[in-house]
């Protein structure tokens, strides 16, 4: 299952609800930033060990988390999902 959600502070609202086996996030959400958003996930003993993908329009250090860079190829994203979370299905959540 994949949730979308429009800004960070709405994904921050799902996070409280529920716990994804992944999440791939755009550095430059409105309401709360993906880098801000990074931060809250990090500190959440529930969220902290969910594996990230970032998003971006250029290369930064975001501590070890992968980022693609705009626009990015479907086959690339699939790739880089099913190496960090390989047991995802269609049965789990992504967001």
Same mark, same amino acid.
């Given at each position: 299952?994949? #949730?979308?959600?429009? #800004?960070? !502070? &709405?994904?921050?609202?799902?996070?409280?609800? #529920?716990?994804? $086996?992944? %999440? /791939?996030?755009? !550095?430059?959400?409105?309401?709360?930033?993906?880098?801000?958003? %990074?931060? /809250?996930? $990090?500190?959440?003993?529930? #969220?902290?060990? =969910?594996?990230?993908?970032?998003? *971006?329009?250029?290369?930064?250090?975001?501590? *070890? =988390?992968?980022?693609? !860079?705009?626009?990015?190829?479907? &086959?690339? !994203?699939?790739?880089?999902?099913? $190496?960090?979370?390989?047991?995802? *299905?269609? $049965?789990?959540?992504?967001?």
């Amino acid at each position: 299952m994949v #949730t979308a959600v429009a #800004t960070g !502070l &709405e994904a921050a609202q799902v996070l409280m609800q #529920t716990v994804p $086996r992944l %999440i /791939v996030l755009d !550095l430059d959400l409105k309401w709360l930033s993906g880098r801000q958003l %990074i931060g /809250v996930i $990090r500190h959440n003993p529930h #969220t902290a060990v =969910i594996p990230l993908v970032a998003l *971006g329009g250029s290369q930064e250090d975001l501590g *070890g =988390i992968p980022i693609l !860079l705009r626009p990015v190829a479907a &086959e690339q !994203l699939l790739a880089l999902v099913h $190496r960090l979370a390989p047991s995802c *299905g269609q $049965r789990h959540s992504y967001l």
